[in-house]
């Protein structure tokens, strides 16, 4: 199997969007991701997979803490800015929570100090403990097939 059949097989699971926030020093850095997943109720876990070559990486490593902002449909825009796939950046303005920086009008932000990180392959698993969360209204954005898009019937 190559890689692209890999991700092919991969992209057959319909996700949602989150953009991750972190902050160094006030400084905040986001990044889109799709590998996200609830672990735990007692403790509540989440966790998420960052690839090595991410700068969002070295962030985490140093702030120790994260926020998962779950996207909804009309976030497409943010989604594919932090992704790194437009040129045409705007200016994105924060919320904070405990310190950490979360994005507005998303569908949940989820608020976790890192509980433990796990070195896999070329990505590194980070677990995190909730701390805090706001939940938000509205329909998500949703990535299947390397394509964004929405839920038809809700
Ligand atoms: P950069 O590439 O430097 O930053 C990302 C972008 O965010 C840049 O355009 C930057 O301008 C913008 N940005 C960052 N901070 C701010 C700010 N404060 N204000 C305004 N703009 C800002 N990769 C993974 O490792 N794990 C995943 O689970 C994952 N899932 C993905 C799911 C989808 C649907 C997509 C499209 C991509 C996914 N990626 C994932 C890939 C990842 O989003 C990109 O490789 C990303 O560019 C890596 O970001 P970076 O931390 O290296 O920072
Ligand atoms: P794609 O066809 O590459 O993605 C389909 C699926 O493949 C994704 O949902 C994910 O499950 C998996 N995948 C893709 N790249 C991966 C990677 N480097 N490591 C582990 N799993 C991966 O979709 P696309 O539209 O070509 O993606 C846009 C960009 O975002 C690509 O550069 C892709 O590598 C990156 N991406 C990375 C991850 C990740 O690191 N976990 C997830 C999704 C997308």
Redesign the pocket.
Known sequence: MDDRTFRNAMGKFA?G??VI?TAVDR??????????MSVSLNPRLVL????E?????E?LNQSDAFAVNILSEDQKEL????????QK????T?EWLHGI?ILNGALANIVCHVYSKQLAGD?TLFIGEVIDVVVGEGTPLT?FAGK?GKIANI
């Open positions: 996700t969007v989150t926030t400084d905040v850095h986001g990044m889109t991701a799709n590998a996200f998420i997979s960052i690839g070559k991410a700068k969002m990486l962030k989604s594919m800015q932090f992704a790194g796939q437009i950046k705007r200016e994105v924060f920086p990505h990535f964004y």
